[in-house]
């Protein structure tokens, strides 16, 4: 079975969390955070725990996006939106560099590609 990917779009007041990889897929850098869901796992409960593993902060997930394959990547990818409960943001994984929470207004800045569009009406709304 090809590998199955989360993501996560937690807003917090008006900023989106965001993590950067240190090592890109091609001019891909930044990203909403997320990974591979585990045998076993429900795509909820690996955006969940990857959140946690990734950036130190617990969420809950407060609607399913949708889901595509990556024009880019052409990874399967499902899409959350998360609300964050707790935690302090740090770097939990070895693959990231940077963990930033960005104005959501902005990240055409950090983003080389363009945003899912269904993520991108939930930072909008």
Request: hydrophobic share 35%.
């Amino acid at each position: 079975m090809d590998e199955k990917v989360v993501v996560g779009i937690v807003i917090k007041e008006d900023k989106v969390l965001i993590v950067r990889r240190k090592k890109g897929e091609g001019d891909l850098l930044w990203q909403f955070p997320g990974g591979t869901v585990e045998q076993g796992e429900t795509f909820e409960e690996a955006v969940i725990r990857e959140l946690r593993e990734e950036t130190g902060i617990r969420v809950s997930i407060k609607e399913k996006l949708g889901e595509r394959i990556h024009p880019y990547t052409k990874k399967y990818m499902a899409y959350f939106g998360c609300e964050y409960i707790d935690g302090e943001l740090h770097i939990s994984d070895a693959d990231l560099d940077q963990v930033e929470w960005v104005d959501k207004n902005k990240l055409e800045q950090y983003f080389t590609t363009s945003i899912y569009e269904a993520a991108a009406e939930y930072l909008q709304k």
